[in-house]
């Protein structure tokens, strides 16, 4: 035998050390795809208003098991006691990896695990294909969205990865033509400096520039109207308070310049800051007509619809008074008169829409193209009807 | 580095590699390769191997062994070896002396069983690196194309991974071609010959159907399909044999598992104590040495397991019992011998099959469980009755024994093209939603519907993929 090899530890060697890169960021795609499929339930079973960006989320993936004919959970095993274990002893519960925990790697169980993700990069999955639908061009925009860039170029100074390969080479050539001693065209000559390497010269370096660019979106305002009154239980705020998080989440991350408005009303409506809206409690009767009202109020002194777009968000568990009736539909049909958009959620936890009365059937009759309704009855429901009003494809819909 | 540079590795592995010429193990050639963690969590994902073709279940893996590393739910190995020619081993380089001279102890042993035992010698260990490599080149060559692409790559690699261990197990046995089989076919229909002939009529010969694909329930299920689905392109059958490949070469890792770890745990311990080392070393040597080797309750420790099963026979080829002289006879070699006749002739199966003795078993209190409602509860003890049981249990939870064995019996089910599988039960159920995946990915790469014909609950069913999707029919 031979003396044995060492090879010294080679920190540096980025190759190596990070060879997993590649198929990491690859399984983070799948990670991703998996989210989006199951994020329904992971909306459901987090609360995550108020959380912050960086709150790490558990997420059981589902996606990305590795399949195999493996055995089921009938198979017996055997362990290692302690000396004296006895016919009967309980070792373990089945379905789990067996006794003690890990068993060997061939168990299903092994192969279900979670993964963690940032609140932020649960938002931006979500919202991935959502936007304002129906922008309209106005007057005086002002929104700054989508930064894209455009090639502008090229500089001897720039990032690694906007190296411009083929013109590096092409001043490489340049520079050797130049640099090339007059011959009298001697073969001699020629062939030696054939051979003279000509190594590559930081000043042959040449980066692609490129410039950013905005785009220039109409301006854009979201009224939040939320119901606080008495009737609206823990239960209801928390639904409420949900959509309306998801709804400030998407707007903040896929719009820079979009104005929020939050108004809160009961018997009377008032305009209340962010932290207000998100976590205070009031209480009282109910008239839906105040927070339209307040919100047309708004609108004219502040976002006049031939500049703005607006968009108005109402959430309620409908337990209107009666008399109000009558002037709320008046009220949300003027204010879906103004608006692109104009949603009505409506709060009902289970069961609770058959001994309560519901402004479903009142709006009923309220027959605009831009104006929606949802019933939010679980957890569950959320997503789905915050994807029924801001879908991509509702622009379409409309159109057709 | 702590307390060592590399110098003072050479200078033990010289003394290590003297010890172990003495001992009689017989090693290839031997590299070590200094790493970080970092390094030390990638080489584990892609198995050891310094290069291998792109997935992302390796990416996967990776996530997994760090974050387990991370919170501390697992430490990393102290070494990796793989079979190769010179085998290769890692050393994390944060090891204090008297681990990396463990370490370096224990990868000899691997080295010595590499190179020795039955299960190692289809593999040509001298190709192994070349080998992956290979196929890695050939992997990233398809995923460049931009006329596949990933997306193509990865859906063939995926469905492959699910099938790259329905294969034959012992590589020892030779597979026979498509002409023997027919040969043997032919000659099994052959009449008998009869000494009476001239008074009985002669019975009639029966021509075999020898143009059905199998012949024989075929194992290598990749393989098979492979050779036998018309429609694949070369590309994807070139990927199924990549995947083929990389499995066979990891299947002797699999099927020794027990030995090979009990074995290089055996010579680290008779190296080091043979290495005359200072107390301060030797303690921390016994405290690792235990740590590594201990039962951890409920499971089964392979170094430990391993470890036992060697010292045992040892002893009783050197110094046996009285009762055991009456019941076996005198040992017919020394322990030693006894030791490397063992290490190269033997897999896990047969090696407990032979060697765990009753007195062992009932030492080690190992003991049979079974899923009861939903808690696992002890069946079967070592006991004189129980012995048996929990053996047979042990023998079908290790190597590749854990994993179902099905296989190819028609291609062409009902005229078809039907692909239709058997899984040999043997009481123990497939895991159902698996199966149905597994499947799938089975059809992804056939083509054609496929059957899987399974017993659930005392009851043969048959899986079926097609392409309205999944079903399920009882057979009668």
């Not at chain 1, 129906?134 to 925009?141: F, N, P, T, V, W």
């Not at chain 1, 105040?290 to 337990?319: M, Q, T």
């Not at chain 2, 890692?90 to 681990?99: F, G, K, Q």
């Not at chain 2, 890695?136 to 060559?141: G, L, N, Q």
Request: charged fraction near 30%; include cysteine.
């Amino acid at each position: 035998m031979v003396d044995s090899i060492f090879r010294d530890y080679r920190g540096s060697n980025a190759e190596r050390s990070d060879r997993s890169a590649g198929d990491r960021t690859r399984h983070r795609q799948k990670v991703r795809e998996s989210i989006r499929t199951n994020i329904a339930d992971i909306i459901a079973e987090e609360s995550i208003i108020g959380k912050d960006k960086d709150k790490i989320i558990k997420v059981p993936l589902r996606g990305v098991k590795e399949y195999r004919f493996v055995y089921g959970d009938n198979a017996p095993g055997v362990g290692q006691g302690d000396g004296n274990t006895e016919p009967g002893q309980v070792v373990g519960k089945a379905g789990t990896e067996g006794p003690g925990g890990d068993r060997a790697g061939d168990r299903p169980g092994v192969d279900y695990y979670e993964t963690d993700v940032t609140l932020e990069e649960l938002i931006d999955i979500m919202f991935e294909d959502l936007e304002l639908p129906d922008l309209d061009r106005k007057a005086l925009r002002e929104i700054e969205s989508r930064r894209t860039s455009k090639p502008k170029g090229h500089r001897k100074v720039g990032i690694r990865a906007r190296l411009d390969k083929r013109r590096t080479a092409k001043q490489r050539v340049m520079r050797k033509l130049a640099t090339r001693p007059e011959t009298d065209g001697s073969e001699e000559q020629e062939t030696d400096e054939a051979e003279r390497r000509f190594p590559f010269h930081t000043d042959d370096l040449r980066y692609r520039h490129v410039e950013p660019k905005m785009r220039r979106e109409s301006n854009a305002v979201v009224m939040c109207i939320m119901d606080t009154s008495g009737s609206m239980d823990t239960m209801k705020k928390y639904l409420a308070r949900s959509f309306f998080f998801l709804l400030y989440q998407f707007i903040t991350t896929r719009y820079r310049n979009v104005e929020i408005v939050f108004i809160a009303h009961h018997t009377e409506a008032k305009e209340v800051s962010e932290e207000e809206f998100f976590h205070k409690g009031e209480s009282g009767g109910t008239f839906i007509s105040s927070g339209y009202v307040k919100a047309l109020e708004i609108i004219h002194e502040r976002y006049h619809p031939s500049i703005w777009n607006v968009y108005a968000f109402h959430c309620s568990d409908g337990d209107n008074f009666d008399s109000d009736n009558p002037a709320a539909l008046r009220s949300a049909r003027e204010l879906a008169e103004v608006c692109n958009l104009f949603g009505y959620g409506e709060i009902k936890p289970l069961g609770s829409r058959y001994y309560e009365s519901s402004m479903l059937s009142v709006f009923r009759r309220l027959n605009m193209p831009n104006f929606h309704t949802v019933l939010i009855e679980r957890k569950e429901d959320i997503w789905p009807s915050f994807k029924t009003f801001l879908a991509k494809e509702r622009a379409s819909e409309g159109a057709a | 580095m702590a307390d060592y540079d590399l110098k003072d590795l050479v200078a033990w592995d010289a003394r290590i590699r003297e010890a172990v010429a003495k001992l009689g193990l017989n090693c290839y050639d031997q590299e070590f390769e200094l790493c970080d963690h970092y390094q030390m969590l990638g080489y584990m994902a892609y198995s050891g191997m310094p290069s291998h073709y792109p997935h992302w279940s390796y990416g996967k893996q990776y996530e997994k062994l760090k974050t387990l590393y991370d919170y501390g739910v697992s430490g990393l190995p102290y070494e990796m070896v793989i079979n190769a020619k010179p085998s290769i081993a890692y050393l994390m380089r944060d090891n204090s002396l008297l681990l990396q001279v463990l370490t370096m102890a224990h990868v000899y042993g691997h080295n010595d069983f590499f190179k020795n035992n039955f299960t190692f010698r289809s593999t040509r260990a001298e190709l192994t690196v070349e080998l992956f490599k290979a196929h890695a080149m050939r992997v990233r060559k398809y995923v460049e194309d931009p006329s596949l692409g990933i997306d193509a790559v990865e859906r063939v690699l995926d469905a492959a991974h699910a099938l790259a261990f329905q294969r034959r197990r012992n590589l020892a046995i030779r597979k026979l071609s498509r002409e023997e089989q027919v040969k043997l076919t032919m000659e099994a229909a052959q009449p008998k010959p009869d000494s009476y002939r001239k008074i009985h009529r002669p019975s009639e010969f029966q021509a075999p159907d020898v143009n059905k694909v199998p012949l024989e329930p075929e194992q290598d299920l990749l393989l098979f399909i492979r050779d036998y689905n018309p429609y694949l392109t070369e590309w994807e059958k070139d990927l199924l044999t990549i995947v083929d490949e990389g499995a066979r070469s990891f299947l002797p890792m699999i099927e020794t598992k027990i030995m090979n770890e009990g074995w290089a745990s055996y010579w680290h311990k008779r190296i080091l104590d043979s290495l005359g080392l200072d107390q301060g070393l030797y303690l921390e040597f016994l405290v690792r040495h235990n740590q590594v080797v201990r039962p951890i309750p409920g499971q089964i420790n392979p170094y430990h397991l391993g470890l036992k099963i060697w010292e045992d026979i040892h002893r009783r080829y050197t110094n046996p019992a009285p009762e055991e002289i009456e019941r076996d006879g005198r040992p017919d070699r020394t322990g030693d011998e006894k030791l490397f006749q063992v290490r190269e002739v033997e897999r896990d199966t047969s090696f407990v099959r032979r060697y765990l003795t009753a007195e062992l078993a009932r030492e080690l209190d190992l003991f049979k469980f079974e899923p009861r409602g939903s808690d696992l509860v002890v069946s079967e003890v070592s006991d004189e009755d129980g012995f048996e049981e929990v053996k047979e249990t042990l023998l079908r939870n290790i190597g590749t024994n854990s994993i179902p064995v099905i296989k190819a019996e028609d291609a062409d089910f009902g005229q078809n093209r039907t692909l239709y599988l058997r899984h040999y039960h043997d009481g123990r159920d497939l895991h159902l939603e698996y199966a149905e995946k597994t499947l799938a990915y089975v059809y992804a790469l056939w083509g054609r519907e496929c059957a899987l014909e399974t017993v659930v609950r005392g009851r043969r069913i048959l899986l079926i993929y097609n392409e309205r999707g999944f079903s399920t029919r009882t057979i009668k």
